[in-house]
């Protein structure tokens, strides 16, 4: 048979038929073991079971106006490689970590700066209350405290980056 007149059924009416038809049939085929793991290999890289890409090449085979072997290689290329996708999911949870620390300490100073503004308005700011509360915002506030998390954000921010990940956190 030629590719021109695919085997099987004819016309139009046949070929839904063809389509419709439940997948009840069976062949038995016997592979070398370097056979069946390349058919396992190819079926895993296409994201599908083996019996799905030799059943699409089969398809194809009887009829190449199909392209189920086609369908199969489309989809596998949109499909997100795993490792990567565990790779991107960790690098946003660890930048994600990072950016609620950076928020953390920001509204760490503004509530301790309300706090001591109450303490104040309330008349019951002592000399003793007031040393705690600075010494509270003078290590929040302190410069260096921004400088190391800045670095290590933006290196997050650069893998995540390179790992194709385009969401912003």
Known sequence: MSDNYPAG???SAAEA???SDRLSARVTVRFSAPERAAIDARGAALGVKPGAWLRALARDGLDARRDEVERLHRAAARRPDP???ALVEQLRRAGSVLWRERRRDELAVKLLTE???LF???GQLDEKRAAA???ALAVLADPD???VLAPVITAVDALRADAGDRTRL
């Open 145 to 147: 405290r921004g400088k």
């Open 83 to 85: 490792v990567r996708a």
């Open 133 to 135: 509360l600075d010494d």
């Open 9 to 11: 059924r004819g016309g």
């Open 115 to 117: 706090i001591r503004d």
């Open 17 to 19: 038929a063809c389509a």
């Open 120 to 122: 104040r308005d309330g």
